[in-house]
């Protein structure tokens, strides 16, 4: 089948329209940050300057996209009505199953960022309140990663909303109905033989997939990233250039990996697409004929900006080790760098293909592969189902190919970069489970009734995955952790406690809504203690990481205050009645022996549900007595929080 590599003039409101979109995100960016924090270190004239040229631009831009739209269309209402009616049946499927996505997202929007999620959290709010204009670029690295693109879009409102969390939840739900939206379009098209509602409905094995809903509000690089790179994926299937260049901008300064997710799809599609012209000329000719004199430019640009930015910007920190020793080297016993691991490898491989629910696709597409090599003549009704015929739009089938293979890439990657075995790290492959799912029921079943019926149960048990840990493989070899009267399971193995503590509560632990029980239970802790701000949280060794009741003071400055008239945790401590509570992290040794602490006469000492009386037996050997205890339990576990005061009580 061929494609042809001339694409139509575009029409003007189509420019237009792209246009807009990229105006958008550098207005909203300028007003709220000169709303909020004023002109900086911008001149005002030069200020006032930008103020009028990019919000003009966007507004011209929009109404006359708009204007020329509406005049390009039917403007009789009955009409626009029906099909309005008939857009709704059509895409039925996807709106139900993003609907129901958004409505346990939101149910979200109360957390607190944990853990690395916390960090992040942390640099964004740093970011937001000391960023400069002459040092955008260096301003806006968050943990060492180069977090620009998805900066653009946060620190609006973040400045909007500081410390509560709630604009980056609701830039991070748009981005994820968006990116299901463009995975819908680019799959409609990909398969059009495939009823949309097939397809709408197999775009839920990626909003509840454990990595997407159930760790929705972790906010980290790696979500953001994938987020993007399937909205690029749709721009190029649909062949808009400027709206590629601009989301290459963003993929590629969203993590130092956003690189391999550009190049790996974008050269494998650009070839593809020149390939399959019909002109007759030789491929290199179409090749340069599709590539120049605008796109080759347009698409290199933002690749080479990250390129020269890593090598002599400010990437010279971007994921050192603790040595300092650079990422791009070869260490088959290294850390943060390239090499041949074998046991990494299993691990990654397991989080790949088999933890999490990804056996179910692994599954499913092997006895689709089964059956459509034993149908014997049916073989050819498959085909047909599927495959697209001569008449049909296939223009979508480069980008389809271009993202197998940078999800290929990614995987090699993944494989042979060593580093931490973070779970999340395997979002990178959610998409992928949404079309092994389509395909394969479409493969397996002739009726509609019975792929929707099959879809809708891998949905179901991707829905109680993200909340509960009925993985087969995670209850066979995850890591098990105590946490009070529960038990949650990391995604690794074993043997990895040797290599990662795995004895507390933390990322290696983030794979779905288990690891957020910290959340309800400090604030159900705190509101029955209740704490005051004179009153002081003691913390026992990594307990106070585990249990994150004031953040991560090491790692960022921004940490958790306690809002007892709303029984609230907050990064928003800013307001007279939020407190940060007074804490002191006390020596692992401190088990042993009988040191003196400067302790106050009255403290709560925060404790793991797991642990037991020998990590209360050391304040008693001190002086210490039991005044009151405080047991908070849920469904993932329980804590502890004991109070002591000096003397008897």
Request: charged share 15%.
């Given at each position: 089948?061929?494609?042809?590599?001339?694409?139509?003039?575009?029409?003007?409101?189509?420019?237009?329209?792209?246009?807009?979109?990229?105006?958008?995100?550098?207005?909203?960016?300028?007003?709220?940050?000169?709303?909020?924090?004023?002109?900086?270190?911008?001149?005002?004239?030069?200020?006032?300057?930008?103020?009028?040229?990019?919000?003009?631009?966007?507004?011209?831009?929009?109404?006359?996209?708009?204007?020329?739209?509406?005049?390009?269309?039917?403007?009789?209402?009955?009409?626009?009505?029906?099909?309005?009616?008939?857009?709704?049946?059509?895409?039925?499927?996807?709106?139900?199953?993003?609907?129901?996505?958004?409505?346990?997202?939101?149910?979200?929007?109360?957390?607190?960022?944990?853990?690395?999620?916390?960090?992040?959290?942390?640099?964004?709010?740093?970011?937001?309140?000391?960023?400069?204009?002459?040092?955008?670029?260096?301003?806006?690295?968050?943990?060492?990663?180069?977090?620009?693109?998805?900066?653009?879009?946060?620190?609006?409102?973040?400045?909007?909303?500081?410390?509560?969390?709630?604009?980056?939840?609701?830039?991070?739900?748009?981005?994820?109905?968006?990116?299901?939206?463009?995975?819908?379009?680019?799959?409609?098209?990909?398969?059009?033989?495939?009823?949309?509602?097939?397809?709408?409905?197999?775009?839920?094995?990626?909003?509840?997939?454990?990595?997407?809903?159930?760790?929705?509000?972790?906010?980290?690089?790696?979500?953001?990233?994938?987020?993007?790179?399937?909205?690029?994926?749709?721009?190029?299937?649909?062949?808009?250039?400027?709206?590629?260049?601009?989301?290459?901008?963003?993929?590629?300064?969203?993590?130092?990996?956003?690189?391999?997710?550009?190049?790996?799809?974008?050269?494998?599609?650009?070839?593809?697409?020149?390939?399959?012209?019909?002109?007759?000329?030789?491929?290199?000719?179409?090749?340069?004929?599709?590539?120049?004199?605008?796109?080759?430019?347009?698409?290199?640009?933002?690749?080479?900006?990250?390129?020269?930015?890593?090598?002599?910007?400010?990437?010279?920190?971007?994921?050192?080790?603790?040595?300092?020793?650079?990422?791009?080297?070869?260490?088959?016993?290294g850390y943060d760098c390239f090499g041949i691991n074998i046991s990494h490898i299993l691990i990654?491989?397991?989080?790949?293909?088999?933890?999490?629910?990804?056996?179910?696709?692994?599954?499913?597409?092997?006895?689709?592969?089964?059956?459509?090599?034993?149908?014997?003549?049916?073989?050819?009704?498959?085909?047909?189902?599927?495959?697209?015929?001569?008449?049909?739009?296939?223009?979508?089938?480069?980008?389809?190919?271009?993202?197998?293979?940078?999800?290929?890439?990614?995987?090699?990657?993944?494989?042979?970069?060593?580093?931490?075995?973070?779970?999340?790290?395997?979002?990178?492959?959610?998409?992928?489970?949404?079309?092994?799912?389509?395909?394969?029921?479409?493969?397996?079943?002739?009726?509609?009734?019975?792929?929707?019926?099959?879809?809708?149960?891998?949905?179901?048990?991707?829905?109680?995955?993200?909340?509960?840990?009925?993985?087969?493989?995670?209850?066979?070899?995850?890591?098990?952790?105590?946490?009070?009267?529960?038990?949650?399971?990391?995604?690794?193995?074993?043997?990895?406690?040797?290599?990662?503590?795995?004895?507390?509560?933390?990322?290696?632990?983030?794979?779905?809504?288990?690891?957020?029980?910290?959340?309800?239970?400090?604030?159900?802790?705190?509101?029955?203690?209740?704490?005051?701000?004179?009153?002081?949280?003691?913390?026992?060794?990594?307990?106070?990481?585990?249990?994150?009741?004031?953040?991560?003071?090491?790692?960022?400055?921004?940490?958790?205050?306690?809002?007892?008239?709303?029984?609230?945790?907050?990064?928003?401590?800013?307001?007279?009645?939020?407190?940060?509570?007074?804490?002191?992290?006390?020596?692992?040794?401190?088990?042993?022996?009988?040191?003196?602490?400067?302790?106050?006469?009255?403290?709560?000492?925060?404790?793991?549900?797991?642990?037991?009386?020998?990590?209360?037996?050391?304040?008693?050997?001190?002086?210490?007595?039991?005044?009151?205890?405080?047991?908070?339990?849920?469904?993932?576990?329980?804590?502890?929080?004991?109070?002591?005061?000096?003397?008897?009580?």
């Amino acid at each position: 089948m061929k494609i042809a590599t001339a694409i139509p003039r575009r029409s003007t409101a189509h420019i237009l329209g792209q246009c807009a979109l990229l105006f958008a995100p550098f207005a909203f960016f300028l007003d709220v940050s000169v709303a909020v924090r004023g002109w900086i270190d911008l001149p005002i004239a030069i200020g006032l300057l930008l103020l009028i040229l990019i919000n003009g631009a966007f507004g011209v831009c929009s109404a006359t996209f708009l204007f020329l739209s509406l005049r390009e269309k039917d403007a009789d209402r009955a009409s626009f009505r029906v099909r309005a009616g008939l857009f709704l049946k059509r895409h039925f499927g996807f709106f139900f199953v993003s609907l129901l996505f958004t409505v346990f997202a939101l149910d979200q929007f109360k957390d607190v960022p944990l853990y690395d999620a916390g960090q992040y959290y942390g640099g964004l709010m740093s970011a937001s309140q000391t960023f400069r204009y002459g040092t955008l670029l260096s301003s806006f690295t968050i943990l060492t990663h180069p977090m620009q693109g998805p900066c653009l879009f946060l620190v609006p409102w973040e400045l909007l909303f500081p410390g509560q969390a709630i604009g980056l939840y609701l830039v991070l739900l748009l981005l994820n109905l968006s990116a299901g939206a463009a995975l819908y379009s680019l799959l409609c098209r990909a398969f059009p033989r495939i009823r949309p509602v097939i397809v709408g409905l197999s775009i839920g094995a990626f909003f509840f997939s454990p990595y997407i809903l159930g760790i929705f509000s972790y906010f980290n690089s790696d979500t953001v990233l994938l987020l993007l790179f399937l909205l690029l994926v749709w721009a190029f299937s649909r062949k808009h250039d400027l709206l590629v260049c601009f989301l290459l901008f963003l993929v590629c300064f969203s993590k130092e990996i956003g690189i391999l997710y550009a190049l790996g799809f974008l050269i494998p599609a650009i070839l593809l697409r020149a390939r399959n012209g019909q002109d007759g000329r030789p491929f290199l000719r179409r090749l340069l004929s599709y590539l120049l004199p605008v796109r080759g430019p347009l698409f290199a640009l933002p690749p080479l900006l990250f390129t020269v930015y890593y090598l002599f910007g400010n990437a010279s920190h971007f994921m050192q080790d603790i040595s300092g020793k650079s990422p791009l080297r070869w260490d088959n016993a290294g850390y943060d760098c390239f090499g041949i691991n074998i046991s990494h490898i299993l691990i990654r491989s397991l989080q790949t293909f088999g933890y999490n629910g990804a056996s179910l696709f692994v599954l499913l597409g092997t006895a689709a592969l089964i059956r459509y090599f034993a149908s014997g003549k049916g073989r050819n009704r498959i085909k047909e189902s599927i495959s697209a015929k001569e008449s049909d739009d296939v223009s979508a089938r480069p980008a389809l190919v271009g993202f197998i293979v940078a999800e290929a890439v990614l995987f090699l990657f993944a494989c042979l970069f060593i580093t931490n075995l973070c779970p999340r790290y395997t979002v990178t492959f959610v998409p992928v489970g949404a079309l092994i799912l389509l395909v394969s029921v479409c493969v397996l079943f002739r009726r509609t009734i019975a792929r929707i019926a099959a879809i809708c149960v891998v949905i179901l048990l991707l829905l109680t995955q993200s909340y509960m840990s009925i993985d087969p493989l995670i209850r066979a070899l995850g890591y098990p952790l105590d946490t009070g009267g529960g038990t949650i399971l990391s995604p690794t193995a074993s043997w990895y406690s040797k290599e990662f503590l795995l004895d507390a509560s933390g990322d290696m632990y983030v794979y779905n809504r288990s690891y957020a029980y910290v959340n309800d239970l400090a604030a159900r802790s705190l509101a029955a203690i209740p704490l005051s701000s004179d009153e002081t949280l003691v913390f026992w060794g990594m307990d106070w990481y585990e249990l994150y009741f004031v953040g991560d003071p090491f790692q960022t400055d921004h940490l958790i205050g306690w809002d007892p008239s709303r029984g609230i945790r907050t990064y928003a401590i800013d307001d007279k009645d939020i407190f940060l509570p007074q804490y002191r992290i006390l020596p692992t040794r401190f088990m042993e022996g009988s040191e003196s602490l400067d302790l106050p006469d009255t403290f709560y000492l925060c404790l793991p549900g797991r642990r037991g009386d020998d990590y209360v037996e050391p304040f008693l050997r001190r002086g210490y007595s039991v005044a009151n205890t405080i047991v908070a339990a849920d469904a993932y576990g329980s804590i502890r929080i004991v109070k002591f005061t000096l003397g008897t009580s």
